[in-house]
């Protein structure tokens, strides 16, 4: 079972800036996609970014050059850096791992814009 620790939500102000990282634990290293989901109140939960053992990136139509998602695959983490946040970013955000057919998620760290 993959578990993660997931860290740095917060609180803050419009056009500012966040970085969310989260490690995995009890899974082998540099395997599978890695990414993060979000899910706002009363919404579905939507693909933020994801980023595969070898670099290639997907990205949300809404984030799409304002958030950029790394990963390390020595360390076995995945990073989210938000740039230029929105009132329409505030969300739980997801750390999550997709490997052989199975989706791991993490408990979820809050992220809130506003002024």
């Known amino acids: 079972q993959v578990t993660f620790v997931e860290s740095g939500g917060g609180l803050v102000q419009p056009g500012g800036s966040l970085r969310l990282s989260c490690e995995a634990h009890n899974d082998i290293f540099g395997t599978g996609i890695m990414g993060w989901y979000r899910q706002a109140p009363g919404k579905q939960r939507e693909l933020v970014a994801i980023?595969?053992?070898?670099?290639?990136?997907n990205y949300g139509d809404s984030v799409k050059g304002r958030f950029t998602i790394s990963r390390d695959n020595g360390e076995n983490t995945v990073d989210l850096q938000m740039n230029n946040l929105k009132p329409e970013d505030t969300a739980v955000y997801y750390c999550?791992?997709?490997?052989?057919?199975?989706?791991?998620w993490g408990q979820g760290t809050q992220v809130t814009v506003s002024s």
């Open positions: 980023i595969t053992s070898s670099g290639n990136t």
């Open positions: 999550y791992k997709l490997k052989t057919g199975r989706a791991y």
